[in-house]
């Protein structure tokens, strides 16, 4: 009997070890599936989250949005913003038409922008990204804008090239906030970050080439961007007489440089300075001045606080003569993230000479007040109350509602 229970233990010894070896075999297996799975389908573009850790890289999102992650297919990786809209103005005099809002009338629904974010990677250091956008004009027609087109090769991380169409940095709002109005908290730009083809009176746009990155300084954080390219702004004017601005611009320089404290989470300060040359057509298109604009800004967003600084003194200089104008802008924004809830308030201020090519919009100062409404990580809901006091002109107020969403 002591044998034969010997024997029995002695038996499973080899069942045990065709078992594991089994197992190993079909680990290997499947190791193998998804090597082959992975190289098929070739290297991943990082995530919104990766991406938004880095608010004024040109293709980043804002720290404070939940970006949805890409849809990918074939390598080609890509984001979607739309939105709907309902506002309404007491105006005497109609104002600016812009992405679909009817001048003069009483209120009325439309539907904005229709935003496709488009990237695809073609090695470990290059990438493409491109940016369409659908914007909705007079009587629901549409027009289509390219409004990036970008070669990115990132040599490392203190040295970052983009070459094409780009969104000027010529502060912090411009390079945190592109195109789709589900990136922001509130339902519309402030004035002074407004596009230049929707009334805004900065070079928003621009071709050319910028290079920015990380500069070795520790816990300060420096970074650094520089710019060179032509803008070509066309600026319709802000009251809808119907007529167009046409700087016709020179080629543009623009250097930033701003601080990310690594002590301080989510806090950056610092600035730009842009410079190119402008025509007064009002006095003949041979008329020409230097634009000089400077950007100070200091931004919070962490921890569900968001509080946005940015002030602008804008200057132009005639080339013949001794004419100067200077003038100063400027807006300052806070939210706080209560569960679903972002309540937010903004106050926003320009003061444009009347002799200037601004003279569109003179002194435009108020506050606005809203409410953010995240149903999920893909619908908010918005409501903005506008009171906006004009120079010469009665004080607007407007209500703005809009339905943002993002796939």
């Excluded at 103005?89 to 992405?99: F, G, N, R, S, T």
């Excluded at 600035?271 to 001045?289: A, E, I, L, N």
């Amino acid at each position: 009997m002591v044998l034969g229970g010997t024997c029995y233990g002695q038996e499973s010894v080899p069942s045990d070890r065709e078992t594991i070896q089994k197992l190993m075999q079909e680990v290997k297996q499947l190791q193998q599936r998804v090597q082959s799975l992975e190289d098929a389908r070739g290297p991943a573009i990082p995530s919104g989250p990766a991406q938004a850790a880095k608010p004024q890289d040109q293709d980043s999102e804002p720290a404070l949005s939940t970006p949805a992650q890409f849809t990918e297919a074939r390598g080609i990786q890509w984001k979607g913003f739309g939105e709907l809209d309902y506002k309404a103005l007491d105006q005497k005099i109609p104002e600016l038409e812009a992405y679909g809002f009817v001048p003069g009338s009483a209120a009325n629904f439309y539907t904005g922008q229709f935003d496709l974010l488009v990237t695809s990677r073609i090695n470990d250091k290059t990438s493409v990204l491109s940016e369409l956008v659908f914007e909705e004009r007079d009587a629901q027609t549409y027009d289509v804008n390219l409004e990036r087109l970008l070669l990115k090769y990132d040599f490392n991380d203190h040295l970052r090239m983009s070459f094409g169409r780009y969104h000027t940095g010529i502060g912090y709002y411009n390079t945190a906030f592109h195109s789709g109005s589900w990136l922001q908290t509130t339902a519309d730009r402030p004035l002074i970050m407004e596009f230049a083809e929707d009334g805004g009176i900065l070079p928003t746009q621009a071709v050319g080439f910028f290079v920015t990155g990380e500069i070795p300084s520790g816990r300060l954080g420096l970074n650094y961007t520089a710019e060179y390219g032509s803008s070509d702004t066309i600026r319709p004017q802000i009251t809808d007489s119907g007529d167009n601005v046409d700087e016709n611009n020179g080629n543009h320089v623009n250097f930033g440089l701003f601080s990310r404290p690594r002590t301080i989470a989510g806090l950056e300060i610092g600035g730009s300075f842009y410079h190119d040359q402008v025509s007064d057509f009002s006095k003949g298109p041979s008329v020409r001045m230097g634009q000089t604009i400077i950007n100070f800004h200091a931004i919070y967003a962490a921890r569900g606080v968001e509080m946005l600084n940015e002030g602008f003194p804008i200057r132009h200089v005639y080339e013949t003569g001794n004419l100067v104008f200077n003038m100063p802008a400027f807006y300052t924004q806070f939210s706080k993230q209560i569960g679903r809830y972002r309540p937010f308030v903004r106050y926003q201020y320009i003061n444009a000479n009347p002799n200037s090519i601004f003279n569109d919009v003179l002194l435009r100062r108020g506050p606005s007040f809203g409410l953010r409404y995240d149903f999920n990580d893909y619908v908010a809901l918005k409501a903005q109350l506008d009171h906006t006091l004009r120079k010469d002109q009665p004080d607007l107020n407007g209500i703005h509602t809009q339905l943002a969403f993002t796939f």
